[in-house]
């Protein structure tokens, strides 16, 4: 399979029980320990709900994101079944400013619900 973070094939180990059976992995052993998901939790507090920032990855790193495409996946699933009473926004990324934070209330406001928001980066 091809790595789509670095574009080099690698092999997946596979037994004689999981010989014929078809797993697509999208990222290598090296990207993954190279890159690591790295969950990080910030509340915001905002008029009268809050805002809870949850990023994967640190602001500096550069990667094709979708190489991840199945660990976003099992997060995403988590936390909507285990959070239901947020409202769950996903990004791709999240300044933490004045704009922003407006934004985040008027939301939190119009669903009278705190807000969960699972980003890819959070920028400052």
Not at 15 to 22: A, K, R, W
């Amino acid at each position: 399979m091809n790595c789509q973070n670095c574009k080099k094939i690698f092999y997946v180990k596979r037994s004689f029980l999981t010989l014929f059976l078809q797993k697509h992995y999208y990222i290598c052993d090296h990207c993954r320990s190279e890159y690591p998901i790295r969950l990080k939790i910030e509340h915001i507090p905002l008029e009268i709900y809050e805002a809870v920032v949850i990023s994967m990855f640190p602001s500096k790193i550069r990667m094709n994101f979708n190489a991840y495409i199945l660990e976003i996946e099992k997060i995403v699933s988590y936390f909507v079944i285990h959070h239901p009473s947020y409202f769950f926004v996903f990004l791709d990324y999240v300044f933490i400013n004045d704009l922003w934070l407006e934004q985040f209330n008027f939301l939190s406001l119009i669903e009278k619900k705190p807000i969960l928001i699972l980003c890819l980066q959070l920028r400052n």
